[in-house]
């Protein structure tokens, strides 16, 4: 790279409009873009409730688009009925029936496609199954699946029965399955004998075995795919095969028509304090923000093949797998593994192979990626890619600026999209054939989108590069419902800190000259871990949970490729081990918080101490722990600190 780059890189000064090309064949023209902006801004309400009639097939109309009786727990479109599954599915049938609607390739190479009519009778004889087994409208549904088709057509399926699916990363642990199942108060379990991962098995039903092995009373029955073939154990009356409980069963299934505002699905993501909140989304209105993104953003058209490399475990995966890309009509396609099995060029040779058009990924993956070296993906036929995409945290722009020329070509547009598990769907990005983008910005919100940036008292930041606030000023139909059990965590977090005034993201941002947005991190104790949420309470309680830890505090510390790596700072109980005896401590203890929560999880470091720093009042300075776990000089005042001297432990100088 010239010199002349890696300043204007420093700067992030660039600004990269789409070519000429781009703009004429996309879907959403820079006049286009000002006239959808124009219409959300004379009326919110109507904007939502145009889309809504245009973009959904009601069973029964809506006939009042937002009800803030509430407020703020907002309503939308309430009294309309639709099936989410038959937006997805039945609706391409017609005029699109053989198109290829999904595009699965194993880890061990094997490839298969279903059309929209072959995956529409799959979700239906899995749905037929489900009513069998007397799973209901409003039941909870856990899923632990690897990332296979199926993982898809078990999410539709519950989609078209009204269950409620509440899908577990299957590389968290059993325990984390476990308070999953019964905070929803789950009826069934949908998980595979195993699946595959960078080579190795991930042994799915037996860490389902774990789990169900202690409370989840709720639990009826527990239906396995067969994906690695390896022996597992089934309980007799609780498990049945998924190929034995499709078997022979209709390939038409009537969906459920719900309201609007049923419960689609709940997603536990981590907060700053507790445990994991369930959060619970619409049917309505998630379709409504997941569908347009998904042809707004990433400009879907018919012939594109989309993928986005989310596990459908994270929010990203049902957004822009599962859901919005299917509701479009789009082919997407569906990759089991691990993305540098069985090295670092598997991601492009899926591209090559599959004539992938569109590609969205995460930050920790382009940064990966990256250190094999530019011969790896320039070896591959990138030729058919037209548009990039990145999610989860911010992105260097370093990275940026790889992705743009090698893997894009500098003909590609990059949209950097801001959004949470919370928003639903895509809340800020560029519109790709409409406007410029630079590195590291998500640049503006979407149409419909109020995003601002607000001080501590609430009012606007108007001046450029100033930080404060992410918030959003008006209700949309794919924001949250609320925290399953728990409302008023609901309010509290996100409502709470300015009255009710406005959604409050968490995270921190500023906007430069031209009112591009810059997100700089969250302001909360949350990690970002390879571009997933993690509280740093959850890391904690996990390691006091074992009987060698007294206390324990956790930061995040910037790490090259997953963004923020985890250092914890432990009181062990007794001796505190130097040495040999202090690996030896730390082998124990990160294995024990992957067991807890799953391996994102395991810290980076462990440091032991005799205590750790705190105020007089008691509180842990988690400031002070962060300057040392980064290496960064103290200029904290520690004047306050009851036990000075513990500096030179935690900087492991003793
Ligand atoms: O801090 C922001 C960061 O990820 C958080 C949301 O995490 P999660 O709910 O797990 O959803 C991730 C996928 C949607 C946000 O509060 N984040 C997400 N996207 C970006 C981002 N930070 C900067 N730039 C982004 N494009």
Redesign the pocket.
């Known amino acids: 790279m010239s010199d002349k780059n890696l300043e204007s890189i420093l700067h992030e000064s660039r600004s990269f409009p789409p070519s000429r090309d781009f703009t004429a064949g996309a879907r959403i023209k820079p006049a286009d873009l000002e006239a959808l902006t124009s219409e959300a801004a004379a009326d919110h309400e109507s904007f939502w409730a145009r889309l809504a009639r245009e973009e959904i097939d009601w069973h029964t109309p809506f006939t009042k688009t937002l009800d803030d009786t509430n407020a703020p727990n907002y309503r939308w479109f309430a009294d309309g009925m639709l099936n989410m599954s038959h937006n997805c599915l039945d609706v391409h049938l017609k005029a699109n029936g053989d198109k290829t609607a999904i595009i699965f390739e194993a880890e061990n190479g094997d490839s298969h496609t279903l059309s929209y009519r072959e995956l529409t009778a799959a979700v239906c004889r899995l749905a037929n199954g489900l009513r069998a087994l007397g799973v209901q409208a409003g039941d909870r549904v856990v899923l632990y699946m690897p990332m296979t088709a199926e993982a898809v057509i078990a999410m539709q399926a519950c989609a078209r029965i009204g269950a409620v699916h509440s899908v577990v990363f299957g590389g968290f642990s059993a325990k984390s399955l476990r308070d999953r199942i019964m905070d929803a108060g789950a009826k069934m379990v949908i998980t595979a004998d195993g699946g595959h991962r960078g080579g190795q098995i991930v042994a799915l039903k037996d860490a389902t075995d774990t789990a169900l092995a202690e409370g989840c009373e709720t639990i009826e029955h527990v239906v396995v795919l067969h994906c690695t073939g390896h022996d597992i154990n089934m309980v007799e009356g609780r498990d049945i095969w998924w190929s034995e409980l499709v078997d022979g069963r209709s390939d038409q299934c009537e969906p459920e028509f719900v309201s609007a505002e049923h419960p689609l699905f709940l997603l536990y ?2 907060g700053s304090t507790g445990k994991p909140k369930g ?1 619970q989304h619409s049917t309505g209105g998630y379709l409504l923000n997941a569908k347009l993104t998904s042809k707004w953003v990433f400009d879907l058209n018919d012939d594109d093949v989309f993928w986005c490399t ?1 596990d459908v475990g ?3 995966g049902h ?1 822009y797998v599962a859901y919005g890309p299917l509701a479009a009509g789009a082919t997407i396609v569906i990759y089991e593994g691990a993305p540098t099995y069985p090295d670092g060029g598997r991601f492009w040779k899926i591209c090559q192979q599959h004539g992938v058009t569109i590609f969205y990924t ?2 920790t993956a382009i940064r990966a990626l990256m250190k094999f070296g530019d011969d790896v993906p320039l070896s591959h036929d990138l030729s058919k890619l037209r548009l990039l995409g ?6 260097n722009p370093e990275a940026w600026m790889w992705y743009h020329r090698i893997i894009g070509k500098e003909r590609c547009p990059i949209v ?8 639903g769907a ?1 809340m ?2 560029p519109v790709p054939g409409a406007m410029a983008t630079k590195p590291g910005s ?1 640049t503006r919100a979407i149409p419909g989108i109020a995003a601002a940036i607000v001080d501590e008292q609430g009012e606007p930041v108007e001046a450029p590069n100033m930080g404060g606030y ?1 918030v959003i000023e008006k209700p949309w139909p794919s924001m949250l419902r609320t925290i399953w059990g728990d409302n008023d965590r609901y309010i509290e977090t996100y409502w709470e800190k300015f009255n009710g005034r406005y959604y409050v ?3 921190s941002a500023i906007r430069d000259e031209d009112g591009y947005f810059r ?1 700089m ?2 302001i909360d104790d ?1 990690l ?1 871990v390879s ?3 993690l509280g740093t309470m959850e890391v904690e309680s996990a390691l006091v949970a074992h009987d060698l830890v007294v206390e324990a505090a956790v930061v995040g510390r910037p790490h090259e490729i997953k963004g923020e790596s985890i250092f914890a700072y432990v009181v062990p109980r007794g001796e505190r081990p130097v040495g040999e005896d202090a690996a030896a401590m730390t082998r124990v203890l990160r294995d024990w918080v992957g067991e807890e929560l799953g391996a994102i999880a395991k810290p980076d470091e462990i440091r032991f101490a005799d205590n750790l720093p705190k105020t007089r009042s008691g509180k842990i300075m988690r400031r002070l722990l962060r300057t040392i776990a980064r290496g960064e000089e103290i200029t904290q005042d520690t004047s306050t600190l009851e036990n000075e001297s513990i500096l030179d432990q935690l900087r492991g100088e003793k």
């Open positions: 993501t981590s959060i989310a994270w929010i990203t957004s995460a930050p990145t999610v989860g945290e911010p992105i950097d999209t801001w959004w949470q598990t919370e928003t895509i800020m990005s998500c992410l993201a968490g995270d997100i991190g969250r949350v970002n571009g997933h949420r």
